[in-house]
Structure formats: C-alpha cells, structure tokens
C-alpha cells in the first residue's frame, strides 16, 4: 500500500496491465515486474491536479472539478475516516466473515492466497457495513425521518437492513433493470423501492431531490466518510486472519471498499507494507481512468451500465473523496474483460461452491488475467453474492460443460 503521505496522484506506470484503452501508456511493462512504488510526499500535500501519467486519456474531466486536489489536505480526510469508531458499531452487527485458503489460485500466483468470503454477510454483500455505520452515526431525529439511498442494489439491501434495526422507514431508488434479486431482497427488509430511468446516476439524483425535500437522511453508496469507514472494517479482520498480508485484491465501483480497506491499513498496518490493488470492470472503467488520469473523468461516451455484467460496479462518474483516498492510498487499479468475471465465477462455484456476483469476482478474475498482483500472502475480497438467477444457472452450466478449464486452477 501506498504511503498516507503520498498524495501524487498518478499510478505506477505498471498500472497499464489493467488499465482501459484509453488510459494506457505506449510503454510496454515485464508482467513479472509488479507495480512500481510511487516516491511519497509530504504529508498533506495537496495532490496536484495535473496528472503524471494518463495523457492518453482524451475524455473530458467532469465539469467544474478539478480532480483530488480539490480536498487540499487529503492527509486530514485519511484521518476523519474513522475505521476504528466503525467496528465499535458494527460489532454485533456486521458478520466477522470467514478467510478461506484457495491452493489453485495459490500454484497459479506463487504465492499464498485468501478468500474473504463477504458474499457470506447478512445481506450478501459488504455494503451492510458502510450503510449501517453511516446511519448508526447519524443523528438521530434526521435519522427517525427515514433513509434514502440510490443502488444498483446491494447497497440498497445494506440501507434496508439497517432501517430495520433502526425501526425506521427507507427508500430506495434503484435503476430500471435491475437485479430483481436485490431489488427483492430489499423489499423483504421493508424498503419501499422506486425504479429510475438513466442508471445509479439518475437514481442517485432521484434520492438527493427526494431526501431533501423530506429533511431525510440520504446514505450515499460509497462517497461518505463513515461509508468508507464502515468497508474498511474488512482490513482490521484482514489483518488478524491472514498470517503476513501483503496485498489485498479488491473490486471498485465508486471506490470506498478499495479506500476503506487502504485507510485501515494505513492506520493499522504497523509498519507492514500491505498493497491494495483495485479492480473495475473493462467496460466500466471511469474509477479506473480517473485514478490513471489523476482527475475524476467520466465514463466513456455511450457508456451503459448493461456493457458489463458486473452490475455493482458500474458507475458512471467516481466520488470525489474515494478518488482522492484512491490516489493517495492505492497501489493500482487494473481493469478485467467480461470473460474474466464468467471465469472467475465458475472458478468459486466449481472450487470452493461460492455463489458470487460479477462484481464479486473481481479480484479472482484480475488473479486470472494477472496472476503477478499477487506478492506475498493475498487476500481477495469476494464483495457480494446476490447473483441474479439466470447469471447462477449460466455459471453451473459452463461449470458442468466444463467450458472454461477450471481444472488448471483447482
């Protein structure tokens, strides 16, 4: 992991393995090289808005923003992301999910490789975590005006939950089309869900109007402090289950899984060097290439959220703050082909019978394609496990067909 005080916000140029077409450099890299450290700078630097690398990426920056420079101190946020206040209101909430060794993925890396199993958390999903600390540390006559969030439908699942413990009313504004599974499994906590034309963006546009007409407490899915401090509350079981973590695989949609886990880390690591390494989906690659550009950029033009079956992680624009953690505090941010995520999908189900998303896949599918993002002993976060039931029955059929070799990495 990268320093706290490295605020440059360019990622290593070995970055390119994963990065999308756009974002790439001309330089070829060794694939058995790794990441190359970035130099660090003083704590609290500002983190220039003019990028280092990514000069490839031609897209135009989001209006009026200026990229992570614009949080000047980005050491003083890295702190106001209490990890440590987050597990103290999860604790006998939030599951402490299992770490499972997977010897296949371990011949392939060389290394020993774990898997964090939160598609095993009460909602299936590690969004409980960020959405309950965020309401928990509420204040509590905005919170007994009832929740809003907008979700492509894990996170929405998360508000939901913590609603019900709460004893308060939520609602949810989710995108046509989407996984009716979540959108089931929301509901079945009593959050009255509303479906949105244009993506999580008009959702989340719906939720914003709609929370502040009512003075209601909206629960953004991932550019929030206690948000990000409740995700990171994965690094500190991390750190005690896995004997000399070393890297940390992760997916990234927004980013505050990926920058939650970093901050922990950051803060808790002792000394370690402990890398995070975050994955986004090929076809939805707007954290990616914002992280590689050094300023937030949207996604590319025609972009949907159907070009991806990693429903979880498409998201049009990054957050302002996870960008800004990301540059700080992130090793890389590789992207992954559609293929890869099928891949790693029926790797789980046919290796260790894990019924994992897309979007949870991630980081066994950026293991698949770069197998070098492994050093030392690796922990890959399995995100979520709300697999939609026509996604579940293609994973079991390519597993029995045995169209992908799943057997070079059993």
């Known amino acids: 992991m990268t320093q706290p005080a490295a605020t440059t916000p360019s990622p290593h140029t070995s970055g390119n ?94 290394v020993p490789v774990w898997l964090k199993c939160e598609h095993e958390q009460h909602t299936r999903s590690f969004k409980l975590r960020g959405a309950y600390n965020r309401v928990a540390h509420a204040d509590p006559a905005r919170r007994a005006r009832g929740l809003v969030a907008a979700s492509a439908g894990n996170h929405a699942q998360g508000v939901a939950y913590a609603a019900a413990q709460f004893g308060i009313d939520s609602t949810i504004f989710v995108p046509t089309g989407a996984n009716p599974v979540k959108v089931a499994r929301t509901r079945r906590w009593g959050a009255r869900v509303e479906h949105v034309d244009g993506g999580v963006d008009a959702a989340l546009a719906a939720a914003e109007a709609f929370a502040a007409e009512g003075e209601r407490l ?75 550009a050094g300023r937030r950029l949207t996604a590319p033009a025609g972009f949907e959220p159907a070009d991806t079956i990693a429903d979880g992680m498409a998201v049009r624009i990054p957050g302002r703050l996870t960008l800004a953690l990301g540059c700080s505090l992130l090793d890389d941010v590789v992207t992954v082909d559609e293929d890869a995520f099928w891949e790693a999908m029926v790797l789980l189900a046919a290796t260790g019978d894990h019924a994992v998303e897309p979007a949870g896949a991630a980081g066994v599918a950026a293991l698949l394609r770069h197998p070098h993002l492994a050093q030392g002993p690796t922990a890959v976060v399995l995100s ?18 045995a169209a992908i070799p799943v057997a070079r990495t059993a």
């Open 17 to 110: 393995v994963g990065a999308s077409a756009g974002a790439r450099e001309s330089q070829a890299d060794d694939p058995a090289d790794g990441p190359t450290p970035r130099p660090a700078a003083a704590a609290g630097t500002p983190i220039p808005s003019t990028p280092d690398c990514g000069e490839g990426v031609s897209r135009a920056a989001v209006p009026g923003d200026r990229g992570p420079g614009d949080l000047a101190d980005v050491a003083a946020l890295i702190q106001a992301v209490d990890v440590d206040g987050a597990a103290a209101r999860l604790a006998g909430v939030a599951l402490r999910t299992r770490v499972v060794a997977h010897p296949g993925l371990g011949r392939r890396t060389g």
């Open 384 to 401: 979520g496990g709300n697999i939609d039931l026509a996604t579940a029955d293609r994973v079991t059929a390519l597993a029995t067909a």
């Open 218 to 292: 909206l629960v953004h899915p991932f550019d929030d402090e206690a948000v990000i401090a409740g995700q990171g509350t994965i690094a500190l079981e991390l750190l005690e289950q896995v004997p000399g973590l070393r890297t940390v695989i992760v997916g990234v949609g927004g980013g505050g899984l990926a920058t939650g886990i970093a901050v922990a880390l950051a803060k808790h690591a002792h000394g370690a060097d402990v890398r995070v390494v975050g994955v986004q989906a090929e076809n939805a690659p707007a954290f990616a290439d914002s992280f590689h």
